[in-house]
């Protein structure tokens, strides 16, 4: 047992634990791939931060994380279930709400195969700012300090309760029999603090073997309900924001209307984005699509695409047109809809064809002005620096923003070019080749990203600096925060996904200062309704939480642009906008934590009052009593985990 457990730590010590994830939800968070967030208290977070963990005899270490498994995840009451497999171990996890503070987890692992195992392991980080000057316990003996001591940086021994015990919060975890905990130390480029392995199993897993082990947690710890300082700076007005706006991708024939008719009847829409179904429109580079279509040959999901977008625009909301696949001609190598063996993605166009392909894209934006009297404002290929399902490089985008460009222009079509229209932030690097190329700002309309990863504030910031030196407006094109919630869709009604949600929302409101934040979706897909029959549940069509945030968010008054509201608390994401000749302001605040007292400075003599809406788990948009304004000051509180937002009465 020494020799493979100094096997095992010789393995942690060389392996990046990199999959933690820090997400605020409601108690106990049990995200969807496995890990647990942590337990809230009266809203305050208690982290926590686990993972599954596989340590294998040939030196391969895996564990859950987000989008490294297919995961499903379920609610029954008060239990979070979630089913997921590290190559031939199946996991099923149960996580029940035990109290106020306490979570009760049950995991069964059964393998479908022979696995050589050095061990599986509930795994979960400590980090050190939540445990400064801590101490750890076991079962009844001397608590020990977690800092200057031989504890560190290899600990284990056999236990039936372990405590981890700070000022600032405790935890402990009772085992329903004694196994042996390993505590160790960790620093990652954001965090240090301590990793503890609890065995789930310790040894080699036969086909058809099962194991199953359970644990309590109990959490406890400082409730932070300081008030919050927040002064508004009026000197300086940043980009003008447009509004809320949505995908209308159409992929579900009998759900998808419903869900359309609905969010454009109750939200206000003010920018949208339709697909381009382009393999369809000219599958054949010898036929002349504008012929076909006119001779009644046009194919069905291609008119309803651009039926689509004829109601938006007839609407007056501006039209996004992105082209996810493209026709066999147009690309190089046979049409991929995935990654290949080496998760390579998509297919790059094929440079002989270009003057193909830029007749063929504006063939379908003059037909569809012409016919359907649309004018297309900004047209992209969807994330081509992953390839869904077209692939460029840096390079190879700008030189089609110029070519097809500079061929809209030759036609007389007013459709500019989005720049990236990146699959996340922490792509930026693929927009540096047009970004310093001046040749190719004529034709640049705006600049784009999706908002599925890469949230920390410089990376979002970079995007920001890149519409302020191109003087061009920042669009996300695709809003929400988990690109595999198709997979596991019960996690779309969990209070904590649309707090999440939203409170990325508020803070790219903030930071970047978009024209527009377009929801992914407003149809079926990723609907912000239940019931219908979306996603099997056939009861009623209704409104969920996420819904109400984003009605709430899209209610902002029109016509404002970004302010700075500075302040600096963790748990409080914060956004300002306004207009100083017409004193309209409108401020949204996400309250990760507990509820708090905020005292808001700043704010212009002619400000007398503001109406506030607040949306959670339990009120949806609720209208509260107006706060009053006295000489440049307001005082209210906030909700724990809540969406609250404030304009001027």
Not at 426 to 446: C, E, M, V, W
Not at 496 to 504: G, K, T
Not at 634 to 644: I, W
Request: charged share 25%; with cysteine; aromatic share 10%.
């Amino acid at each position: 047992m020494y020799a493979k457990n100094k096997f095992f730590l010789k393995l942690l010590l060389i392996c990046t634990f990199c999959c933690w994830a820090n997400y605020s939800f409601a108690q106990p968070i049990l995200q969807p791939w496995g890990n647990i967030a942590g337990i809230r208290i009266d809203g305050q977070l208690m982290k926590i931060e686990s993972n599954l963990m596989v340590v294998k005899k040939d030196a391969t270490i895996r564990a859950t994380g987000k989008e490294r498994q297919r995961p499903h995840f379920m609610r029954e009451g008060n239990q979070q279930i979630v089913t997921t497999n590290i190559d031939s171990l199946y996991f099923k996890e149960t996580v029940e709400a035990v109290g106020k503070s306490s979570a009760k987890v049950k995991i069964k692992v059964t393998s479908k195969a022979n696995e050589a195992l050095h061990g599986i392991y509930f795994s979960f980080l400590l980090d050190e700012k939540d445990y400064p000057n801590g101490s750890a316990k076991i079962d009844n003996s001397k608590a020990i300090k977690l800092s200057g001591n031989p504890l560190m940086p290899y600990f284990e021994k056999r236990a039936k309760t372990v405590d981890f015990i700070s000022q600032k919060q405790q935890v402990r975890i009772t085992f329903s029999e004694p196994v042996t905990v390993i505590i160790k130390d960790y620093k990652n480029k954001d965090s240090k603090g301590l990793q503890v392995f609890i065995p789930i199993e310790t040894g080699d897993m036969k086909t058809g073997d099962s194991v199953e082990k359970s644990f309590t947690i109990n959490v406890s710890g400082t409730i932070n309900k300081s008030p919050v300082h927040l002064t508004l700076n009026t000197a300086k007005t940043g980009r003008a924001f447009i509004g809320f706006g949505g995908n209308f991708r159409l992929q579900n024939l009998k759900t998808d209307p419903q869900v359309i008719d609905y969010c454009l009847k109750n939200l206000d829409v003010r920018f949208s984005r339709v697909e381009m179904p382009w393999q369809l429109w000219q599958p054949d580079l010898n036929e002349d699509p504008v012929a076909a279509a006119d001779a009644g040959k046009l194919n069905p999901h291609v008119q309803k695409s651009m039926e689509m977008a004829q109601r938006l625009y007839k609407m007056g909301i501006p039209v996004i047109l992105s082209a996810w696949t493209a026709p066999a001609w147009a690309v190089v190598g046979t049409p991929k809809y995935g990654p290949d063996s080496n998760g390579v993605w998509g297919n790059p166009l094929d440079s002989t064809k270009a003057t193909e392909i830029y007749k063929s894209i504006a063939d379908y934006i003059e037909f569809l002005k012409e016919k359907y009297g649309v004018e297309i404002a900004l047209f992209s290929f969807n994330e081509s620096d992953l390839g869904i399902n077209v692939r460029q490089t840096g390079e190879q985008h700008d030189q089609l923003i110029k070519g097809l460009g500079a061929y809209f222009v030759s036609r007389g079509l007013k459709t500019k070019m989005l720049l990236g229209d990146n699959s996340d932030a922490t792509t930026f690097d693929f927009i540096k080749p047009a970004l310093n190329d001046r040749a190719a700002l004529p034709f640049i309309g705006a600049i784009s990203f999706h908002s599925w990863r890469g949230w920390d504030k410089e990376t979002l910031q970079k995007w920001a600096d890149a519409a302020t030196e191109l003087k061009r407006p920042l669009i996300i094109a695709e809003g929400s925060i988990d690109a595999q919630a198709w997979g596991y869709p019960a996690i779309f009604q969990e209070p904590e996904y649309a707090l999440n949600e939203i409170n990325l929302y508020t803070r790219l409101l903030s930071i970047c200062q978009p024209e527009a934040i377009l929801q992914w979706q407003l149809t079926a897909d990723y609907s912000p309704l239940a019931g219908g029959g979306i996603f099997g549940d056939t009861s009623k069509l209704h409104p969920t939480q996420r819904f109400w945030n984003l009605k709430q968010f899209a209610s902002t008054p029109k016509g404002l642009n970004a302010m700075e509201l500075d302040g600096n608390d963790a748990d409080i994401s914060a956004a300002a906008l306004g207009d100083k000749e017409k004193n309209i302001y409108a401020i949204h605040l996400v309250n990760n934590g507990a509820s708090r007292k905020v005292i808001l400075t700043g704010l212009p003599a002619a400000v007398k009052s503001f109406k506030v809406f607040i949306t959670d788990k339990n009120e949806s948009m609720k209208e509260k009593h107006s706060i009053p304004v006295s000489h440049g000051k307001a005082e209210f509180n906030l909700q724990e985990t809540s969406f609250t937002s404030l304009f001027t009465d």
